[in-house]
């Protein structure tokens, strides 16, 4: 009904079917197709867009298509741009796309597309390799080495070649496209050296990304780079030994990514100024020395990650830079305390100072009367574990309403826990204070954080009981699916890298840790069953409750923690025998229930069955036989039967036999003469009447009798 029209929109419309035999004869004008962003999931043929052949744009991304790559995109010869991504197209592009000699704008990115890049490329239309603008293949399996020799793409301005398969050296002629703006090749397994010819050219480059390749830069420490360059990415390449020299001449920049790039160098002054201008600044995992830029304020970062190097010195004391968002400090030598400047930070949402030497207490931010107007921080993730820190559980937190993780782990600090946690920090869904000095019960309004879903109070001085109320923690009982609603409500997204005890060892974690559920009170000095709540966590996978003193037995029910991996209930006073319920552990890979005063047969059967080093499972527990253990249970003994057993067995069964069909008979006979015999059942009734009447008048009368003596005795008392 609309034979003129031009440009049809259809992006975000929650379509459902795209099918093939649409008669559409009227839209033969038809020039723009926009069909992105629905849900069609079928087939990539056939649809009826295919016969559209007048089409100069088309955007069938994000809508779930599957199958070959179309040869039908060979017809459509007048197609400027073509949008496929994130899709499952397999296979190579059609050799027919040679056809498409419009073709300025080609993204196929997120898809299956295999087979070999130089291939890709001699398919690719030569007719339009001076129009090509854009060109983003990436998040692929395109394997091989980029072709050596290639006729310029003069016009290109974006190629995106990332997190494909693609090995070999990068090849000179991406340093002839002079019209480049960004190019981006990380996330792939190419090598060798890049070098002044390869970039040099490149006069309008904004954004270069290597990272994740085994590249070296061998740039002359003369060389300028492009003057427009403003995001950088160099993760895993290798830039060191000394500080890249080349760096200083960025005078706009906006990101860097040098982490993990093999220097070992002293940061010069230079490079503070320079990087002020940056939103994201990366530089971890190097052997970076010198202490941290004295003009942090002045930065505009958003994002500065300065871990695992070698900075030393204190925090600058205004390092409150307006902007910072997320500060990584972690695993360096920096020493002295926390500066007030740290109550400025009201829009930080990360901060990582763990694994220092830092020493004294946090500040307490409602102190400091400089600050106006005063906000809640907006902090969601706190890390100053391992450092020597000291004092009270820290005041400032009472300010840090949106905290998600908490970690204060292996430091000294004392005192009790805060009954305010549960009140003031309604999302904590994190907490490891393991390795300090605090003491004193768990406070009972701890168990009304219901998010939290990983507890480790672990090496402290606790004493008491557990809070039966522990069953209140979601984050401990929902399925991981439905859990991840409550993580998205918290907004929790960076959690840095973590080392944790489980299994019986130390392991580290990094962004998987927000879906590990643990719960440890291991190394404290509490008492008390344990409850049988504990059950109801059912997706906890570490349960540590080891080295304390609770009594007791282990709830009967512990086999409903299913997805729990390791179990440590040792060094305990737990009694009675090991339930049965504990073979149903499926997922259970390390047990100990050694030293304490457990009793009866180790159960058997499943994931029992493979744990190594059983026998120290079990140790210290010398009530405990059967399997695995040396100690056989003890059964009792049979005697074997003589002669003389099987005879006086025999005169047993007889006597029985006929002293039962004796009573039989005479109930019959009983009751065959009462059958018959009226007057003999007149007698008996009679006679079984005048026995009860003479039995009720005695007991009347001696009751009356012994009520009387009594009655006498307590008034003869009374007068007396």
Known sequence: MLPSLKVLRLSNCDLRTSSASLNLPNLTFLETLDLSHNSFYTHITPNWFWGLTRLKYLDISWNGFHGQFPEEIGNMTSIIELHLSSNDLVGMIPSNLKNMCSMEVFFAYENKINGSITELFLRLPSCSWKKLIYMSLSSNNLMGSLPTNLEPLSNLIW???????????????????????????????????????????????????????????????????????????????????????????????????????????????????????????????????????????????????????????????????????????????????????????????????????????????????????????????????????????????????????????????????PTWIGEKLPNLAFLRLRSNMLYGHIPEDLTTLIYLQYLDLACNNLTGSIPKSIFNYKGMILASHDYDVFRDALGLT?????????????????????????????????IGDIPEEVIYLVELANLNLSWNTFTGKIPVNIGALVQVKSLDLSHNELSGEIPASLSALTSLSRLNLSYNNLKGEVPSGNQLQTLEDPEYIYIGNPGLCGPPLPQKCSQPKLIPATQEHHEDLNDEVYFFIGMGSGYVMGLWVVFCAFLFKRKWRIKWYSFCNRGYDWVYVQVVVTWASWTRETMHGVQSSTNN
């Open 494 to 526: 960076d959690t840095g890298n973590f080392t944790v005890l489980t299994k019986g060892e130390h392991r580290l974690y990094t962004g998987e840790i927000i879906y590990i559920v643990n719960f440890d009170l291991s190394c404290n000095n509490l």
């Open 159 to 417: 190629l995106d070649l990332s997190g494909n398969k693609l090995t070999g050296h990068v090849p000179l002629w991406i340093g002839e496209l002079t019209k480049l703006t960004s190019l981006d090749l990380r996330n792939n397994d190419l090598e060798g050296f890049i070098h002044e010819g390869h970039l040099s050219g490149l006069e309008s480059l904004e954004m270069l990304e290597l990272s994740s390749n085994s590249i070296a830069f061998a740039m002359n420490s003369t060389w300028n780079p492009p003057s427009n360059l403003t995001d950088i990415g160099l993760r895993s390449c290798f830039l060191g030994p000394k500080f890249p020299l080349w760096l200083r001449w960025l005078t706009h920049l906006k990101y860097l990514d040098i982490s993990n790039t093999g220097i070992s160098d002293t940061v010069p002054d230079w490079f503070w100024i320079m990087a002020s201008t940056a939103k994201i600044l990366n530089m971890r995992q190097n052997k970076i020395k010198g202490s941290l830029p004295p003009t942090m304020e002045l930065l505009r970062a958003i994002v500065i990650d300065l871990s695992s190097n070698q900075f030393s010195g204190p925090i600058p004391l205004d390092f409150a830079a307006p902007s910072l968002e997320q500060l990584f400090l972690s695993d360096n030598s920096i020493y002295g305390t926390i500066p007030f400047s740290l109550c400025k930070l009201r829009s930080l949402l990360l901060l990582d100072i763990s694994e220092n030497k830092l020493t004294g207490s946090i500040p307490d931010c409602s102190a400091d009367t400089s600050i106006k107007n005063r906000t809640s921080m907006r902090i969601q993730n706190l890390n100053l574990r391992n450092n020597n820190l000291s004092g009270e559980f820290p005041s400032f937190l009472r300010d840090c309403q949106q905290i998600v993780f908490l970690d204060l782990a292996h430091n000294h600090f004392s005192g009790t826990l």
